[in-house]
């Protein structure tokens, strides 16, 4: 079944951290891959998204991914987090052939300052 | 625009009851989907529709019907609560931003299954 792994469920960093949360998805054709930032109270919005082309992908609020296509891989990173970066990020892919949205399980980052 | 709007905010029901969540969106996308999310399990896809008169189901479909009658609309239905349903439902719809196709979510509504 086509799936999409968020390894760090909870990470809490100080400011001015480096921040790297994992993506993996199993599946092995074309896919269009989404980070999306829930703050809390708040609904989801789109941090950035890949879709073909340069594997690096800049997003909103400093933060990039990186695909890499043989590690199956979309991990999204910020060189320099904020005390206003704590949220859950969700990593989420829709194979190429299909109209589905599949998420992973989110990782929950807490910033202290 | 709007975006995508729902109602209600909150709600609480008893086992057995059935209610119907409102989803609208006026951005005339055709696509829109219905979220479940639970702690530990991110978001799960309930239906979805591709268009009006079209829906499917996603990958935690019992215990809900939707209808899609107009573009605008996708409503979802619990037939029967059960407080396996107590979750947060987010509706969302998908359209073109930047010539790249995007989800919209709307802001949740909060269910509570006594």
């Known amino acids: 079944a086509q799936s999409v792994s968020q390894h760090n469920h909870h990470v809490i960093l100080s400011e001015a951290a480096s921040l790297e949360l994992g993506c993996n998805y199993s599946?092995?054709?074309?896919?269009?891959l989404f980070w999306y930032v829930q703050y809390p109270g708040q609904h989801l919005q789109l941090l950035l998204k890949?879709?073909?082309?340069?594997?690096l992908v800049k997003g909103i609020k400093g933060f990039e991914a990186e695909f890499i296509k043989s590690k199956f891989s979309f991990n999204l990173r910020k060189p320099s987090v904020q005390w206003s970066d704590t949220a859950e990020y969700f990593c989420a892919v829709t194979p190429d052939n299909t109209d589905k949205l599949i998420f992973g399980t989110g990782t929950r980052l807490q910033v202290f300052p | 625009n709007a975006g995508v709007t729902q109602t209600p905010k909150f709600q609480v029901l008893k086992t057995g009851q059935s209610m119907t969540l409102q989803c609208a969106q006026d951005m005339n996308h055709e696509y829109m989907s219905w979220y479940r999310q639970d702690p530990g399990m991110g978001l799960r896809l309930i239906h979805y529709s591709v268009g009006a008169g079209i829906t499917d189901q996603g990958e935690v479909p019992n215990g809900y019907n939707v209808s899609r009658s107009t573009t605008e609309d996708f409503p979802l239905r619990l037939l029967s609560a059960a407080p396996s349903q107590t979750s947060v439902y987010f509706c969302?719809?998908?359209?073109?931003?930047?010539?790249?196709?995007?989800?919209?979510f709307g802001p949740g509504t909060r269910l509570l299954v006594l």
């Open positions: 890949y879709f073909s082309g340069d594997p």
């Open positions: 969302a719809s998908r359209g073109l931003a930047g010539g790249l196709e995007t989800q919209y």
């Open positions: 599946y092995g054709g074309t896919v269009n």
